[in-house]
Nanobody, 119 residues
Framework: VQLQASGGGLVQAGGSLRLSCAAS????????MAWYRQAPGKQRELVAT???????NYADSVKGRFTISRDNAKNLMYLQMNSLKPEDTAVYYC??????????????WGQGTLVTVSS
């Protein structure tokens, strides 16, 4: 499976961005999906998760500002980021637990998209 993340860029504090993650390949179904981020000099951290039936969870640092969603029919996932802060600056990675047509189940990662929030 290939995960392609997009939508990052430079935005001023208080602004918004929408990230997208597209999954492609011999996919039977996608189970849990998530967004992670890694700021310079820091470890990768979980931002938000979403199950196949739409249940979501968020890191405390983004609750009320970020919204994760997905389109199961199109194998897409989104992260709407509002009220962005400089501390949200990071490379954002998408993650998906994928079951292939072969029934093999694999954890997959996208290549990352850079979000830079200026103060």
């Amino acid at each position: 499976v290939q995960l392609q993340a997009s939508g990052g860029g430079l935005v001023q504090a208080g602004g918004s961005l929408r990230l997208s993650c597209a999954a492609s390949g011999s996919i039977f179904t996608i189970h849990d999906m998530a967004w992670y981020r890694q700021a310079p000099g820091k470890q990768r951290e979980l931002v938000a998760t979403i199950t196949s039936d739409g249940n979501t969870n968020y890191a405390d640092s983004v609750k009320g500002r970020f919204t994760i969603s997905r389109d199961n029919a199109k194998n897409l996932m989104y992260l709407q980021m509002n009220s962005l802060k400089p501390e949200d600056t990071a490379v954002y990675y998408c993650f998906a637990n994928v079951r292939f047509i072969s029934m093999r189940r694999v954890d997959s990662w996208g290549q990352g998209t850079l979000v830079t929030v200026s103060s």
